[in-house]
């Protein structure tokens, strides 16, 4: 297992940025996948983007891709998630979590370490 916390969320104006960080204890951060998830209040909680262990494959949710940008420095067991051009839609607590190779990066209940979450608002 791998422990997971989330930092960096906060109140920023609509066309604002804010960076991610999703930083880890535990076993070897180099040996999981990482993705960020959001979960808006009366929603469910949805996929947002995911990097594999080695940082070669990215995965995008459609609605954030071109504003959001995942990247890790496993030297330092941190993933980031940079995000442009916020919109009033994103607010949301955004989860990042952690998985083995194998994960299911789209499915909430495919990961095995989730991070507590950190509130992003953006106003309009």
């Known amino acids: 297992q791998v422990q997971l916390v989330e930092s960096g969320g906060g109140l920023v104006q609509a066309g604002g940025s804010l960076r991610l960080s999703c930083a880890a204890s535990?076993?070897?951060?180099?040996?999981?996948?990482v993705g960020w998830f959001r979960q808006a209040p009366g929603k469910e909680r949805e996929f947002v983007e995911a990097?594999?262990?080695?940082?070669?494959?990215?995965y995008y949710a459609d609605s954030v891709k071109g504003r959001f940008t995942i990247s890790r420095e496993n030297a330092k067991n941190t993933v980031y998630l940079q995000m442009n051009s916020l919109k009033p839609e994103d607010t949301a607590v955004y989860y990042c979590?952690?998985?083995?190779?194998?994960?299911?990066?789209?499915?909430?209940?495919?990961?095995?370490?989730w991070g507590q979450g950190t509130q992003v608002t953006v106003s309009s």
């Open positions: 990097i594999s262990w080695n940082g070669v494959t990215k």
């Open positions: 535990g076993r070897s951060f180099s040996d999981f996948h």
């Open positions: 979590a952690a998985g083995l190779v194998g994960t299911a990066v789209g499915s909430t209940t495919s990961w095995s370490s």
